[in-house]
């Protein structure tokens, strides 16, 4: 939330990226609001996860085509045989 408390008292999440915004549009030495896009991208970017869902998404995506392609040939140790790494493991896909 913008207002600098999150759902449970405190600060919120994002508050730091928004003020960081804030201090780039408000700023004197700011020419236009174009100049602030790269922390408008970061606020919203703290706000929903959109590039990272994306990221996470392209992930599990050739994740699934490596499995399908090496269908327990045994020839070669494939990124899917190391457990550490999974993003199952990680938690980053479901």
Do not use: W
């Not at 999150?6 to 201090?23: A, I, K, N």
């Not at 174009?34 to 408008?40: D, F, N, P």
Request: charged share 25%; net charge positive.
């Amino acid at each position: 939330m913008s207002s600098g408390f999150g759902l449970r008292g405190g600060q919120s999440r994002c508050f730091g990226e928004f003020q960081r915004y804030m201090e780039c549009y408000t700023s004197a030495k700011t020419q236009s609001p174009a100049a602030c896009t790269g922390k408008v991208d970061d606020y919203f970017e703290c706000l929903h996860h959109r590039k990272e869902r994306l990221r996470v998404q392209l992930i599990k995506q050739e994740l699934l085509n490596h499995k399908n392609s090496s269908k327990d040939d045994g020839s070669l140790k494939s990124v899917v045989d190391m457990k550490s790494s999974l993003p199952e493991v990680l938690g980053l896909v479901q």
